[in-house]
C-alpha cells in the first residue's frame, strides 16, 4: 500500500474544560492512527483558556496556553478553532471572529447553535469557510453528517429521539430499581450524570437545542428552542412509572418532529409513553438515540454515547478530519 502523503493541519482550542480535555486526550491517544489512516497530522497550536493549572489527568504542554484572542485569530498558521467553552454570547462572538479571521470552526455547542444558527451559519458562507458541529446533537453519535450528505435523497417525514443522557439515566433507574426521582438524580450527579444544577437536562431545555438544530438540517424550518413545547421529567413519580409498565410500555423523554400532512411540521419534547417494542424504549441509562424516517430510505436508528469527553471528542474530531481532507 502506498504511503500517504502527510499534511499538517494546526488546530486551536478554545476552552479546556471536559470536552477541550477529552478532544485533547483523544488526540494525543490516537494521533499517529489519524496521521496513518488520513494523512492528516492534526496539531494544536494554542489552546484559550485561563486555567492553566488545572490536574486533568494528561500532560498538557503549558507553553500552548494563551489569554490573547489575538494570539489564535492573529495567527496565519492555525487552520481550524475548535470552540468548546460553552455558553451562548461569549462562544458565538469567539466563533464569528475565527470565521472572519479566515479560520474555519468546529464547535459542540448546541445551546449557541441553536440560539444564533442562522447568523453563525450565514457567517460561515459569507467567509468563505466551514463550520462544523456533529458534536452538538447526540454526542459521539454520528446523525449530522448523515442528514447533511448520504440521506439528502430523502424528504424527512420524521426525527424522534432521546437526546439527553441525564434524564434517559433517571427514568431508566426509575424504571429498573423501582427508585425515586430524587433519589437517582442524586445518584447522576454524584457520578457526573448530572450537573449540580440539573435544570437544563430535566427540563429539557438541552433536549430542545438538539431539536431545534436537528429541524433546521431536516426541515428547513428553523424554531429556536424557546419556542418548542418542552415538558421534563421532574413531575414523573413512581407511581407513573409503575401505571407504564403495567400497559407494556416505559416513559422516556422524547423529541419529537413530524411533517404534518398539510407539509407544515410539528414539534414537541415531553415525557411519553413508548410500548416496548418500540426501537427507543429499549435505550437505557445515559445512551441516546435518534430515529429518523425519510420518504426513500424509510426507518433509521443511530445509537450511542450521547455523551461525555471521549465520545463527544470522536465527532469533534472528526469534523476537524474532514475540514482537513477538504481544505489542505
Not at 489575538?70 to 468548546?84: H, K, S
Not at 460561515?124 to 454526542?139: Q, T, W
Not at 430515529?291 to 465527532?315: I, R
Amino acid at each position: 500500500m502506498k504511503a500517504l502523503d502527510l499534511k499538517r493541519l494546526n488546530i486551536a482550542i478554545l476552552g479546556l474544560g471536559n470536552i477541550g480535555t477529552g478532544t485533547y486526550k483523544a488526540l494525543d491517544m490516537n494521533g499517529g492512527h489519524i496521521k496513518d489512516t488520513t494523512g492528516l497530522d492534526i496539531a494544536v497550536k494554542k489552546i484559550f483558556e485561563k486555567d492553566v493549572d488545572r490536574d486533568r489527568g494528561i500532560a498538557v504542554d503549558k507553553g500552548l496556553f494563551t489569554q490573547s484572542e489575538e494570539d489564535v485569530f492573529g495567527d496565519p498558521d492555525i487552520d481550524v478553532v475548535v470552540e468548546l467553552v460553552g455558553g451562548v454570547d461569549f462562544a458565538t462572538s469567539l466563533m464569528l471572529k475565527a470565521m472572519k479571521a479566515g479560520k474555519h470552526v468546529v464547535t459542540a455547542n448546541k445551546a449557541a447553535l441553536a440560539a444564533n444558527f442562522e447568523e453563525l451559519t450565514q457567517t460561515a458562507e459569507d467567509c468563505g469557510v466551514m463550520l462544523r458541529y456533529e458534536a452538538s446533537v447526540g454526542g459521539g453519535i454520528p446523525i449530522i453528517a448523515p442528514l447533511t450528505t448520504s440521506l439528502l435523497a430523502n424528504r424527512y417525514d420524521e426525527i424522534m429521539g432521546i437526546l439527553n443522557g441525564t434524564t434517559n439515566y433517571i427514568l431508566t433507574k426509575m424504571s429498573d430499581e423501582g427508585r425515586d426521582y430524587a433519589d437517582v438524580l442524586k445518584e447522576a450527579q454524584e457520578k457526573g450524570f448530572a450537573e449540580a444544577d440539573p435544570t437544563a437536562d430535566v427540563e429539557g431545555e438541552d433536549v430542545a437545542n438538539k431539536l431545534s438544530i436537528l429541524m433546521s438540517l431536516a426541515f428547513g424550518k428553523r424554531v429556536p428552542p424557546g419556542e418548542i413545547p418542552t415538558k421534563g421529567i421532574t413531575e414523573i413519580t413512581k407511581q407513573d412509572i409503575d401505571d407504564a409498565e403495567k400497559e407494556g410500555c416505559v416513559i422516556k423523554l422524547v423529541a419529537s418532529a413530524f411533517r404534518q400532512g398539510d407539509g407544515d411540521v410539528s414539534c414537541f419534547i415531553q415525557p411519553t409513553l413508548l410500548n416496548r417494542e418500540h426501537p427507543l424504549a429499549s435505550v437505557g441509562n445515559e445512551y441516546n438515540a435518534i430515529y429518523v424516517k425519510g420518504n426513500a430510505v424509510d426507518d433509521l436508528m443511530f445509537y450511542g454515547k450521547g455523551a461525555g469527553p471521549l465520545p463527544t471528542a470522536s465527532a469533534v474530531l472528526g469534523d476537524v478530519i474532514e475540514i482537513g481532507r477538504a481544505v489542505k
